[in-house]
């Protein structure tokens, strides 16, 4: 079993930035992909980023140049710094551990934490 715990989210104005971070703990492998993902409030839950084991990412189109994602392995913690953040990046971000490659999808991740929320103001 993997426990994640993400922290980081708040209430930021339009423009500003924040960085949420994911820890992972319990049996985690000894190499698996991380992943965010957010849920906007009545809209179904989306794919953010992704970062493989070895530092490789990817992103949703439209956080392209705002958002970069990172992990420390020592640490088992992974890591979303959010730029020029918009009122429509309101909503619960969550972060997820896959054994498998990076990916896109939902299915791909084995385990889930518990969400944090993120608020940006105009």
């Known amino acids: 079993q993997v426990q994640l715990v993400e922290s980081g989210g708040g209430l930021v104005q339009a423009g500003g930035s924040l960085r949420l971070s994911c820890a992972a703990s319990g049996r985690t492998f000894s190499t698996y992909a991380m992943g965010w993902f957010r849920q906007a409030p009545g809209k179904e839950r989306e794919f953010v980023a992704a970062?493989?084991?070895?530092?490789?990412?990817f992103y949703a189109d439209s956080m392209k140049g705002r958002f970069t994602i990172s992990r420390d392995n020592a640490k088992n913690t992974a890591y979303l710094q959010m730029n020029r953040l918009k009122p429509e990046d309101t909503a619960v971000y969550y972060c997820?551990?896959?054994?498998?490659?990076?990916?896109?999808?939902?299915?791909?991740?084995?385990?889930w934490g518990q969400g944090t929320q993120v608020t940006v103001s105009s």
């Open positions: 997820a551990y896959s054994r498998s490659p990076y990916s896109r999808y939902e299915a791909s991740y084995d385990y």
């Open positions: 970062i493989s084991w070895s530092g490789g990412t």
